[in-house]
Every structure is written in C-alpha cells, then in structure tokens.
C-alpha cells in the first residue's frame, strides 16, 4: 500500500446514516466486518429511512461485485485484503475489503457474549493484527462502541463527511452589521427610486463578501436597513427595507418586534424569493412570521392556492402510540404549534366568539396539515410550504422534501439546532445546517438567524440560562 494510505472499518450506524459513505473516504481502503453486513440484512426491510439507506448499501455492494472488480469473487480469490473491490469514485479510489477469515484467539477478548458491538471491535483487532504496518481507524457513530476502542487502543472516529461546516458558530446568520464609515467607503454610488422603494448600486470591496438577499444594517441615528437584491461583477444591488415594525405596514396584523423579524418579514413578503430558512431560539417568533405572511399572500392577495405545513415527527419524550383517524388528524398532536399561532392571528378582540370560530373554520379550511411520510412522489404547485422542527431532518430528507416544489411554490424551513432530537443528528450535520449553508449563494434564497426570543421574559431567561 502507498504510505500514508489508512484502512477504514465502518459500523452500521455510518453506513444506515450515509449509504454513499463507501465512497467518501477518497484514496483509502474501507472494511466491512461480516457482523455489519448482517446488521444491514436484519434492518433492510420496512419503509423507514434506514432501511430505504441499508438496501441502498446493499445495492452499492452489489454494483461494485458486479462490475469487472468483482471478478475476483467468481475466481475464487480472498477479497479480504489481497484482492477486494476497487471504489470507482475518483483516480485514487481505495478498495472495499471484507472479512472473509473466521478470528483467531488474538482477538478472542473482544468476542465475549457475542454483542455486535464486540464483534465489530474483535474485527478491528483481527485486522490490525494482520496488517500491523497499516493505520486501521473504526468509524463509528456510537459514543460507547469508541469508548470501547479507546480501551483496546484502537483508533476510532465519528463520521463527519457530512457535516456541513466544522464550527456550528461558522454558519451564514443572513444579516451583517455595516461599519459606520459604510458611506464614506463608496462614495461613487448610484441611487434611484422605483415602485416606492429606492435602490442603491455599489461595488464591493474586498472585506464586503455579501451573499443574495443578505440584509445589511447600519446603527444609530442614521439607522439603515438594506437588502442585497444581486450581485454582479463585483457590484451589488442594494435595496432600502420595508418598515414592518413601525407605520403602516403589517403583515396579517402583525407587526415585527426586532430587526432580525423584520428581515424575515421582508423576505417571506417578497415573491421572487422561492426559499426561506428562518433558524433561532424558542419563542423567537419562527411560526408566527410564516404563518403570517402565508395567510396575507395567500387569502388577501391570492399568490398562493393554500397554506401546506408539515413537520418532523420526532417525540420529546415517550411516545403516546399509534394515533386514530385519517393523515390530518393523526398529525393534529404535533401541531400545537399551528393552533397556538392561529389564536393570535385570528384577533379574538373583534367579532366575538362567533366570528372567532367563523375566521378559524376558513382559515383551516385554506391551510393542510401533510405527514412527510407521503411526501415522496408529490408536487406543490402554486402552495405557501412551511417545514417546521426543520433541524430534525436529515439532509436527505431536506432533499426529498424541497424538490416537492413545483411552480409557483415557496418553501419556508423553520428550526431551532438547540433541539435536536434525531439519534445521531448535530448541530453541524442537520439537513437544516446543511441547507442553510449550501442555498446562501443561490439568487432566489433567503437565510435569517432571530436572535432574540420575544414569546415571554420567562421563556427568553429559560432560553438563556436553562
């Protein structure tokens, strides 16, 4: 082997979490100890996301044996480390080797009571006695299986492939501070106004990396809030804000209490914007600003046919059991956080009790709740999407749920990385992370990070200090 060249072992976890993981490890070889290959058999059936990933493995495996690589298995030949299978994914491409040798006594100690986690780690030490010139590192999603490496002294690491960005604190927040001098570093703009609002056209200096649709802001007295509408060769577009949070303008009676809210305002207002990602703290606003500006374009300025809000279904705690009645109704328990928004849009200062319920039977009868287990296959066309509990998802299922939309569609993610309650899923790895950093350079998409919590002074101090 070439120096520097590293044998990866890769749990079931990695593989179930990233079928394309075979592949992510460039020139290096990849094992797969036999005890992984039937943990994958034993999970392959069912129509939940790992068992979709465990057939997808096998698939890969299949392929791979069935091009000219996989001769070697029709000759007879030891796949397990004189020959294997190469991994077709570049000029460097490693091999996938497997274990095809029953274990001798020198990793005996490992085996006892037969758990897969021990089986895995007896393969490791196998391995390592085979090729004792090689580095082996285990792959492994589960904390335990490294804590047990680290005892025998194996290498062991979590797979990061697909991790987003190395530092959670790194990722794009949508809005940036302007420095004071902002007017005085471009002098040679160029103004205009058009359709009520007014445009400013500057070239961008070196240290001025802004992205489309990022809102910039300038404190003080001469406070000012701009969005950046394009960039092109160096020169950005600049466009004065609109001012929901006082005045006149409101969206479905609400009005924004912050600056960040009136970012996320503007963008969910805005129809050539096809994608907005709203992530903060609870109680910082997320829903309601959707909600909102979903009901305004679609009841009073008919943009939208319909309000579509779904959501991942993932329990806090215990889960309460199968839920009766039909799709809409099996997910009425996760959407608290629809009825409890719908409250304050409705008003219950006008109309009595009466008018209350009329205002809430056709506000629903223009908003569905979908389970994103039928999500697959569909498109929405024309229809307001709201994606909550966004941080839940895997980048996968981000994948399959943003390439619903059809003509005419916005898609609104809304998140809080704080929660993460997927096996697995972290702050770096969530499908929500994931979108909001690969979407920040695309011209028709939107990002706004809400700082601060204004549901309540008990839940901002809970936020803060819990």
Known sequence: MTRGKRIYVLDTNVLMHDPTSLFRFEEHDVFVPMTVLEELDAAKKGTSEVS???????????????????????????????QGLRLDRGKQAGRLYFETRPIENGAEAARKRAVPDNLILAS?????????????????????????????????????????????????????????????????????SERGHTYYEVKCRKDEQWHPHECLYLPGEDDVEMRVLAIDNRKATLQILDDYVNGSHSVWGIHARNREQ??????????????????GTAGSGKTLLALAAGLAQTMDQQRYREIIMTRATVSVGEDIGFLPGTE??????????????????????????????????????????????????????????IIDEAQNLTPKQMKTLI??????????????????????????????????????????????????????RLADRASEML
């Open 52 to 82: 979709r990933n465990a057939r997808q493995v096998s698939r890969f495996i299949n392929e791979l044996i069935e091009r000219g690589n996989g001769r070697g298995i029709a000759e007879g030949l030891d796949l397990q480390l004189p």
């Open 124 to 192: 490791v030490l196998h391995l390592r006695e085979q090729r004792p010139k090689t580095p082996v590192v285990l792959v492994t999603k589960d904390i335990n299986l490294r804590i047990k490496a680290s005892i025998y002294g194996v290498a062991a690491e979590d797979y990061e492939n697909d991790r987003a960005l190395d530092d959670f604190s790194l990722l794009y927040a949508g809005h940036a501070e302007l420095p004071v001098d902002f007017w005085d570093r471009h002098p040679e703009l160029r103004s205009w």
């Open 403 to 456: 390439t619903r939309a059809g003509p005419g569609c916005k898609m609104i993610c809304l998140g809080n990385v704080e929660q993460i309650d997927t096996p697995y899923l972290t702050e770096t790895t969530s499908g929500l992370t994931y979108t909001v950093d690969r979407f920040k350079t695309w011209e028709h998409s939107g990002h706004i990070t809400l700082r601060r919590g204004e549901r309540s």
């Open 262 to 279: 009136n970012f996320a305002l503007n963008l969910l207002m805005d129809p050539d914007v096809d994608f907005v990602s709203l992530l």
């Open 328 to 385: 809409e109704e099996k997910m009425t328990p996760w959407m608290g956080a629809l009825t409890d928004n719908l409250e304050v849009l409705t008003n219950p200062q006008e109309g009595g009790s009466w008018g209350r319920a009329a205002t809430n039977d056709l506000l629903a009868s223009r908003i569905k709740i979908r389970s994103m287990n039928f999500m697959r296959g569909r498109t929405f066309q024309n229809r307001y999407v």
